[in-house]
């Protein structure tokens, strides 16, 4: 009876009161506002100023999303989804095999490359706007969705490198050597050992560009004017009028917005944490 009664204790002590209370605060703030968003979108406009912010709708609706649905949504979605395809696409297509040559070739010059990927994170993109709006002006892809995906692929690039080179340096070079050996070239390493290998990590900066380039408001607001051109970020202004803003379809809009990118994250979800901790063990 003493034993069991000292290892009940021990087991209460060790419990840590404090960090659970810390992560019940923590998630009370994170779903607070999320549930806030979801209740609001099926309220009317007229519930939205007579109910409590928390309260259940009364009755609950569907017409802040058929609202939506009815305006140009499909267009800002497709928009969406071509600009953040092509901008992931093209930048995994030149990270990868840069990454390759980085973690393996003997050039000095593909290495000390690797500093200039690491320069280009301490730039902001807010200071690059002016020259970004007149190098695109001067290229003639004002008002395009090229005008979106190339200065999305310059600011992608530099941090998917440096997660790739992290992840690749962890690879055993045993494995390269090996099929050096065997004859095979730069290229036939990159497709069948490089590739498999660095799933996790592909998959990784491929949600995480997703997410910048899906949520992305300043090189849409300056770079297109054209409302056919409009990405979901700039879509929400179809809500907004002269003297009031419709709260309700807005969150509806939110809503319906980021459900895509919420697929997208539960799919690589597994993957975020092997990724991006790459190289960091050492």
């Keep these: 009876m003493r034993t069991w009664l000292r290892a009940v204790f021990r087991a209460v002590f060790r419990f840590n009161f404090l960090g659970a209370a810390a992560g019940v605060f923590w998630l009370v703030i994170v779903v607070l506002p999320l549930y806030w968003i979801v209740i609001t979108s099926v309220r009317s406009r007229e519930g939205f100023f007579d109910a409590q912010p928390l309260d259940l709708p009364s009755p609950a609706t569907l017409d802040n999303y058929r609202k939506v649905l009815d305006s140009d949504y499909v267009t800002y979605l497709t928009n969406s989804f071509v600009v953040t395809a092509v901008t992931v696409g093209l930048t995994l297509l030149v990270s990868v095999p840069a990454a390759h ?31 970004v709006y007149l190098i695109i002006s001067e290229l003639g892809l004002y008002d395009t969705l090229w005008a979106l995906v190339l200065p999305g692929i310059a600011f992608s690039v530099p941090l ?50 997703a997410l910048n380039v899906w949520n992305g408001f300043l090189f849409p607001l300056i770079l297109t004017q054209s409302p056919d051109k409009r990405v979901l970020p700039l879509g929400v202004w179809n809500f907004q009028g002269e003297f009031n803003i419709d709260v309700p379809t807005v969150l509806a809009y939110v809503v319906l917005s980021t459900i895509p990118i919420i697929a997208l994250y539960t799919v690589g979800r597994r993957y975020l944490v092997s990724g991006l901790t790459a190289g960091f063990g050492k």
């Design 101 to 131: 040559a980085i973690v393996h070739s003997t050039s000095r010059i593909l290495r000390l490359s690797f500093q200039l990927f690491l320069l280009g994170l301490a730039i902001p993109l807010q200071a690059t706007i002016i020259p």
């Design 160 to 209: 998917t490198i440096v997660i790739l080179v992290n992840f690749l340096r962890d690879v055993p070079r045993e494995l390269y050597e090996a099929m050096r050996i065997d004859g095979a070239s730069h290229l036939k390493m990159l497709r069948y050992l490089t590739l498999p290998l660095s799933r996790p990590a592909i998959i990784t900066v491929m949600v995480y560009d």
